[in-house]
């Protein structure tokens, strides 16, 4: 692909998309924000029932997109190095040698992320953020892209270690899968018995350097200005509302432009429109806001409330998030 941008980067996305659907039946709505994210440049927090093919989401973006996979089991015994890496002595070059841990990976899958201690999420931490990781003092820059897609169990809390508010900040979007439905399920029955193995068999669609292309297409998404302060002002919201304790920071406000410009771009426009930050103001926010904890024991959820203040921050028009005249975005520019 030599132009990842406009309706080229939506038939990709598309393709991406299909081929994935074929291992994960009937969630298309959750591929396509794991695919929002992985365009944005963001970390992705899955957070469901056991077995609803957290796992298998993750493992069948890596091999459709060429990345090179790694997955880590998250547990009360696992170390910070068990993920970084960590040094050895050398006893032939008579020096420490830096062995890469999981992290060295185009892809990492931190599954059931809540139940290692926080010493050890905190050293996921670094590499979320900075694309690095530092060991013994010496810094190790981590391969681009760089994308992490954690899960975590709502239930069984008891020995587990809730993610800070501080590392929740980290991952663009949170969301859950859901339970299939009937016709769904039965199709992935059907799949299952026709094929006589466990395992879909996915084939490359795409290649890592595609990936990068289609990252820096998203940059040339163009926000109008009245869709900026709406999400400014949405964000804003947050803070205001008397139902929430600490409101989103700005690190949300431009997590949600990010992928606004991402869904954007998906949609094949060169523009973001408010039905972008509509769909995804929940995923974008509700994670990076803390209620007033009455509110728990009457079971609001802080995707309830983004959902009422979508209800209240008036949007733009559509017609004011269109690129200027000779601007365009990719869209417009063809790649």
Known sequence: MTGAAGP?????????????????????QALELVLIGLLADGHVLLEDFPGLAKTLIARSFA???????ARVQF???????????????????GDFTFRPGPVF??????????????????????AMQERQVTVDGARHPLPRPFLVVATQNPIEYEGTYPLPEAQLDRFLLRLRVGYPGAEDEWRMVARRLERAGDDPELRPVAERSELLALQRAVEAVHVAESVGRYVVELVAATRASPRVQVGASPRGTLALVKAARARALLAGRGYVVPDDVKALAVPALAHRVLLHPELWVRRVRAEDVITELLGQVPAPAAEEAQAPQGAGGPAERGG
């Open 8 to 28: 080229s980067a939506r038939a990709r996305c598309e393709q991406v998309l299909d081929e994935v659907e074929r291992a994960v039946v009937g969630k298309r």
């Open 63 to 69: 091999t459709v997109l060429r990345l090179e996979f």
């Open 75 to 93: 547990t009360p015994d696992l170390l910070p190095s068990d993920v970084t890496g960590w040094s050895t002595f050398d006893r032939r070059l």
């Open 105 to 126: 990976a185009n892809l990492l899958l931190g599954d059931e992320i809540n139940r290692s201690p926080p010493k050890t999420q905190a050293a996921l931490l670094e």
